[in-house]
């Protein structure tokens, strides 16, 4: 009788197994973000000014260029994921589901006052951000 449960147990354990395996994934925390820092009354680019994005955890740092432009690389969580049954829909990691999810970027530079701005996940679906194509940041002295 023990025999006979073996090879069943055993059987059933092989089907379920593919489906349990973890599989590494991404999940995007903000994308690449671009723009300029400028001096608040005049308009003009501040150079050497630092800037910080900040979302859930994730830091990523730039400093500006001379025409006071930035780039800051995106940033994705690395996660492995397991699925039970059949591989579906993946769930949004518990940090980026609450409503405090939003990115907040903060620029500072000698001589002018930090200056920070938030920008707020859409109400649909938490993961994406409602960014402009270029972000200008204005600090005032």
Known sequence: MKQALFPSAFAVLAALLPACAPFPATTPVFPRIQGSVVDA??????AAARVTAERAGYTRKAVTSTTGAFTL????????LIYLGSPGVAPTPWHLRSASSSLTLTAS???YQTTTQSYESRKEHPLPLNLPETIQIPLRR
């Open 41 to 46: 009354q005049t308009g003009k680019p501040i």
């Open 73 to 80: 690389p995106p940033a994705s969580q690395h996660h492995y």
């Open 109 to 111: 530079a000698p001589g």
